[in-house]
């Protein structure tokens, strides 16, 4: 089963860019990544006029584009898909990681910034770790959000596991 590690924190405390630099380091190193970005917004990814955006507006449950480079499925669902069922469309991949699935009872990595959030997101007991600019739970690994070398040796070891 590929291990999935969800990246959270509250609004502006640099999920994302702290997320960037883990993957590339991860990647860095030979393992390959997936990545779930959970929008309860809704999002479009299709532009208007395009072949595929026609197809779905035609009434197209399931549309797909591939190309030599890359491929994207974009599948009509009548509910909001639960993370498993999600990640079960994930394959060939080393580790998974996940932004914005806060409520998931998978394990956490929260990232803090002391100027941006007054207090962390979750508890202690909920994280697997925590990239911070100052130390919060002196029971947790700690990592510094301008290094991610540190948290990826941490994940190859505790998690993935050394090819």
């Given amino acids: 089963m590929i291990p999935v590690i969800s990246i959270v924190g509250r609004s502006d405390c640099g999920k994302t860019t702290y997320l960037e630099k883990l993957i590339r380091e991860i990647k860095n190193r030979g393992y390959k990544v997936a990545t779930i970005k959970h929008d309860v917004h809704g999002f479009d ?57 806060k409520r998931e009872s998978k394990r956490r990595i929260e990232v803090f910034r002391k100027e941006v959030c007054e207090s962390p997101l979750c508890l202690q007991d909920e994280l697997l770790a925590i990239a911070s600019d100052t130390v919060i739970y002196e029971d947790i690994p700690h990592f510094s959000l301008d290094d991610p070398a540190p948290m990826a040796d941490f994940l190859v070891e505790n998690i993935i596991g050394k090819k």
Avoid at 45 to 67: E, F, L, M, N, Y
């Fill in 45 to 101: 990814i299709d532009r208007p006029g395009k072949d595929t955006w026609r197809h779905a507006q035609a009434g197209a449950d399931i549309v797909c584009i591939s190309s030599p480079q890359k491929m994207a499925m974009i599948k009509k669902v009548d509910n909001e898909l639960l993370l498993e069922e999600v990640v079960a469309h994930i394959d060939g991949v080393d580790i998974i990681f996940t932004e914005g699935y």
